[in-house]
């Protein structure tokens, strides 16, 4: 038997979990001992299941950076302002994966978005896979492209903060008496396997030298849609609280369309004071793949999983996305023609983007082709071969 390790360090959705739950079923029928540090503990027993699992919290930065990039543009940003901006606080947490991973002894280590646990891994003896879309796992390259290319920007003030991150690293690995990093992208390259789960078009690195794309893995259970009355095309919301909310959702109940919906961080009395014979709300997470296979049109903030997921199912997307990775997958959705993306934060945008994908069918048909290219996909048969190569790292 051996000791397992599967950790979640950055990010506030379930798809990190839906990441990890295959491998603690496959770990746990092949017998071997499973533990889970989780940034979020609430919902992990629920979603990742397991009889003999134990929890663990994960170590994170849960306080406000000194000095913040505000606006992110590249991957070292992201660490920047988890932690790797300041090397005594990197090594205060590095100190605390240190000690879980000593305490548990694991053979194996898998990292879902978890950079610090990462770095404190090094130079141990268990063997480490990363698990993630593409925004979470970095190429092995220098210095990491920019994540925002339409926008103007000082190129070499991008690559200052890359050298300050990896400077602060490499205090880090210096006083624990490993070799410093060349390169920041050595952190996620120097690694057993990388499994990424999801499809090329999808890929924020579009210039990967190496990759094999598994695409997202099916989300267990959750509620059955149960449509309302109304005319016209099924609409399914899988969304966040986001500050044009109201005005989507009047525009929703003026189009008639049988609309179903589950919000995350509303209230009921808010639910109730908007619901309609048209529109009514899921307060239970929602069987995603079945929902988005009945719709004809489903509203996202941009979410990797769902809005992978819904392109597999054929379907066309209005994008609302919140932060810089859901941006991301908006903007591959418009190229790909399948959808269209409109502010969050101001409801004038939205009218026009909705009735657009109401009317026309150039993006229901682009949702086709890109269903029909990828027809032989199968995340149930994807999810199982990455399990398989990962028991293969214990036989």
């Known amino acids: 038997m051996a000791k397992v390790l599967l950790t979640w360090e950055l990010g506030g959705g379930s798809?990190?979990?839906?990441?990890?739950?295959?491998?603690?079923?496959?770990?746990?029928?092949?017998?071997?001992?499973?533990?889970?540090?989780?940034?979020?503990?609430?919902?992990?027993p629920n979603l990742l299941g397991g009889k003999a699992v134990s929890y663990l919290q994960a170590p994170?930065?849960?306080?406000?950076?000194?000095?913040?990039?505000?606006?992110a543009r590249t991957?070292?940003?992201?660490?920047?302002?988890?932690?790797?901006?300041?090397?005594?606080?990197?090594?205060?947490?590095?100190?605390?994966?240190?000690?879980?991973?000593?305490?548990?002894?694991?053979?194996?280590?898998?990292?879902?978005?978890?950079?610090?646990?990462?770095l404190a891994a090094r130079g141990g003896k268990a063997r480490?896979?990363?698990?993630?879309?593409?925004?979470?796992?970095?190429?092995d390259c220098t210095p990491f492209p920019d994540l925002r290319p339409w926008l103007p920007a000082d190129r070499a003030a991008l690559f200052t903060t890359e050298e300050i991150v990896l400077e602060n690293t490499n205090r880090?690995?210096?006083?624990?008496?490993?070799?410093?990093?060349?390169?920041?992208?050595?952190?996620?390259?120097?690694?057993?396997?990388?499994?990424?789960?999801?499809l090329a078009d999808f890929d924020h690195y579009p210039h990967r030298a190496v990759a094999r794309y598994?695409?997202?893995?099916?989300?267990?259970?959750?509620?059955?849609?149960?449509?309302?009355?109304?005319?016209?095309?099924?609409?399914?919301?899988?969304?966040?609280?986001?500050?044009?909310?109201?005005?989507?959702l009047v525009l929703l109940r003026q189009t008639g369309c049988p609309t179903i919906m589950h919000i995350d961080g509303v209230s009921a009395e808010f639910q109730r004071q908007h619901e309609s014979s048209t529109l009514c709300f899921h307060g239970n997470r929602l069987d995603l793949p079945r929902a988005a296979r009945e719709s004809d049109l489903a509203i996202l903030n941009g979410t990797h999983g769902s809005t992978v997921l819904t392109l597999l199912a054929g379907k066309p997307m209005l994008q609302l996305p919140l932060m810089l990775e859901q941006q991301l997958n908006a903007r591959a959705?418009?190229?790909?023609?399948?959808?269209?993306?409109?502010?969050?934060?101001?409801?004038?945008?939205?009218a026009g983007a909705l009735s657009g994908l109401?009317?026309?069918?150039?993006?229901?048909?682009?949702?086709?082709?890109?269903?029909a290219r990828y027809a032989r996909h199968s995340p149930w048969e994807e999810s199982r071969r990455a399990v398989a190569e990962v028991l293969g790292f214990l036989a």
Request: charged share 15%.
């Open 333 to 350: 959705t418009v190229r790909l023609g399948a959808g269209a993306s409109a502010s969050a934060g101001q409801g004038e945008t939205l």
């Open 214 to 248: 598994r695409g997202p893995w099916l989300p267990e259970g959750g509620e059955l849609p149960a449509w309302p009355g109304g005319s016209g095309k099924k609409v399914f919301a899988y969304l966040k609280n986001f500050p044009a909310l109201p005005q989507l």
């Open 128 to 139: 480490r896979v990363l698990v993630g879309d593409s925004f979470c796992c970095p190429p």
């Open 75 to 118: 991957f070292a940003h992201i660490l920047h302002n988890i932690g790797f901006g300041d090397a005594a606080e990197l090594a205060a947490l590095v100190d605390a994966w240190r000690s879980l991973i000593d305490w548990i002894g694991p053979d194996l280590i898998i990292f879902d978005h978890s950079p610090t646990a990462l």
């Open 60 to 71: 994170y930065k849960s306080n406000v950076p000194r000095n913040v990039i505000s606006m």
């Open 172 to 198: 880090v690995l210096r006083l624990r008496g490993q070799p410093a990093l060349e390169r920041l992208g050595q952190l996620y390259g120097e690694v057993d396997e990388v499994i990424l789960t999801t």
């Open 15 to 44: 798809g990190h979990l839906v990441n990890l739950r295959p491998f603690v079923c496959g770990l746990e029928a092949g017998g071997h001992k499973v533990f889970v540090a989780l940034r979020h503990l609430s919902n992990g």
């Open 358 to 371: 109401l009317q026309s069918t150039a993006c229901a048909e682009a949702a086709s082709r890109f269903a």
